[in-house]
């Protein structure tokens, strides 16, 4: 399984970004898919999961409506829809996947419960 983030770049405060995660070796209708943060100098942070059924979507409480996680028809690319970005949200992205844990209604919000990732990508906000 391999899974790659892409979209990064620099925009200034207020400004949108889309990033997109791609997966080779699953589908994403089989797993969780989640995007996590780590700012310089801080832990890794829980951005936003999406169920392998597509129906739930979860975020951070930080996020307050400014982002929008979706998965496209194909099954392997997700995509994490930023905008009015505070340079609170510089960081390095990464998208994961957990295996589907039967009963679970909500998905795991600890990078250690995710099974697979990817290598970041660096979002820079300045103000």
């Known amino acids: 399984v391999q899974l790659q983030a892409s979209g990064g770049g620099s925009v200034q405060a207020g400004g949108s970004l889309r990033l997109s995660c791609a997966a080779s070796?699953?589908?994403?209708?089989?797993?969780?898919v989640g995007w996590f943060r780590q700012a310089p100098g801080k832990g890794c942070e829980w951005v936003s999961s999406?169920?392998?059924?597509?129906?739930?979507?979860f975020y951070g409480d930080f996020v307050k409506g400014r982002f929008t996680l979706s998965r496209d028809n194909t099954g392997i690319r997700a995509y994490l829809r930023m905008a009015d970005l505070k340079s609170a949200d510089t960081g390095t992205y990464s998208c994961?996947?957990?295996?589907?844990?039967?009963?679970?209604?909500?998905?795991?919000?600890?990078?250690?419960?995710?099974?697979?990732w990817g290598r970041g990508t660096l979002v820079t906000v300045s103000s």
């Open positions: 999406i169920l392998a059924s597509g129906r739930g979507v």
């Open positions: 070796g699953l589908t994403f209708s089989s797993a969780t």
């Open positions: 994961a996947a957990a295996r589907i844990v039967e009963g679970r209604a909500r998905p795991p919000v600890k990078w250690s419960e995710y099974d697979f």
